[in-house]
């Protein structure tokens, strides 16, 4: 039976199968080698002031499982695919040494822009960030007296896009609403943000349906503006109805939501997109995957989301990968990728009452994997 957040795995020959823990891993073993940490947050991002997650130490290195609180066991298997890829099996060689890394801004107020921008440099320099990609359309709360004007709707959206593009004059532009409008809105709100001169626009509607007509509704409006699907791949029951559909230009691709490296690098084959890699709120250690999937990919012609390290007060790697001059570096084998820093891994242990919450998730994900 699946349960809230939860979508039924995909089965489809163009994608390599979940990786099974049965003869890589015991459920003793996992258990013995994963501890749950809690990451305070610099300003509140997807709804989040701390981020949890769980790091598990394998054979050919650290690796990462952080579903979010709300996937259940059939979707957080997915996650802990990759977890098991990237720490029993390893990474795909790399085609590439670098990768151009945008800056992520939450949906804050305006004012606040440039402070975040700085937490994406590692000397101050604004100059260095080339791309940024911006959240909109926040979820209005549903108490009206916490609706926050400097945070919530059209106004506030603009006003937070044009102070990204006042500070940073030649940088790429994306925003991400992250499926919340309608495709009425969208229009509406895409026709205004134009005015920043945008690089594309991340899942602006839910479903392939509302995409499809969303991008038919922009051109016919004038506005040439490519819109990536994040959502309708990796939260999709057929993650090639996309292209089917006529609903995207752009893949947006993640390691742990996909269930591995490889598997995402199947279904960028599949689709034919032009992809862009992005994190899923990962640690340090978990964006090692995503920096070796962006990698590994045959063609990358935009920065990738793989910077959100910035976005925590400390990471539990030293040094955290944040992004220096706009760029990442790829880790060259195995050997290379982020560790977490004994000290602080303590630290940012969580609470064994917390402890308990993860490892019950580990242990619903394996059972899912092991059949």
Request: charged letters at 25%; aromatic letters at 4%.
């Amino acid at each position: 039976m699946k349960t809230v957040g939860d979508h039924t795995p995909w089965s489809d020959d163009r994608l390599p199968d979940l990786i099974s823990p049965v003869g890589l891993v015991s459920r003793e073993e996992l258990h013995r080698v994963a501890v749950a940490v809690g990451l305070p947050m610099r300003t509140r991002f997807r709804g989040l002031t701390v981020r949890e997650a769980m790091l598990i130490k394998g054979p050919r290195g650290w690796a990462e499982f952080s579903p979010f609180a709300e996937y259940g066991p059939v979707e957080s298997s997915r996650w802990l695919s990759a977890t098991l890829e990237a720490g029993w099996l390893g990474f795909p060689t790399p085609r590439r040494s670098t990768v151009l890394v945008n800056a992520t801004v939450p949906a804050i107020a305006a004012e606040q822009v440039e402070t975040v921008l700085r937490g994406f440099t590692t000397d101050g320099d604004l100059s260095s960030l080339s791309a940024v990609k911006i959240k909109i359309a926040e979820k209005l709360p549903a108490d009206p007296a916490q609706l926050d004007r400097h945070i919530h709707g059209v106004q506030a959206d603009y006003e937070r896009v044009m102070r990204v593009r006042e500070l940073l004059p030649e940088a790429q532009i994306k925003v991400d609403a992250n499926q919340a409008l309608t495709v009425d809105e969208a229009v509406h709100l895409l026709g205004v943000l134009q005015e920043a001169g945008l690089e594309y626009a991340e899942q602006p509607v839910p479903g392939l349906t509302a995409m499809a007509e969303l991008r038919s509704r922009l051109a016919r409006n004038g506005i040439d503006l490519p819109l990536a699907a994040d959502e309708s791949i990796r939260k999709a029951e057929d993650p090639f109805a996309v292209v089917a559909a006529e609903a995207a230009d752009i893949a947006v691709v993640k390691v742990q939501p996909l269930g591995g490296i490889r598997r995402a690098l199947a279904v960028v084959e599949a689709t034919g997109l032009q992809a862009v890699v992005s994190s899923a709120l990962d640690t340090s250690v978990g964006m090692s995957a995503g920096l070796a999937l962006a990698g590994a990919l045959p063609e990358l012609h935009y920065a990738c989301g793989l910077g959100t390290v910035a976005l925590f007060c400390e990471d539990v790697c030293s040094p955290p990968l944040i992004p220096e001059h706009g760029e990442l570096t790829v880790p060259a084998s195995h050997s290379e990728v982020s560790e977490p820093d004994p000290d602080k891994l303590a630290r940012f242990r969580l609470p064994e009452d917390r402890q308990q919450v993860w490892h019950q998730r580990l242990e619903e994900a394996y059972s899912v994997l092991a059949g």
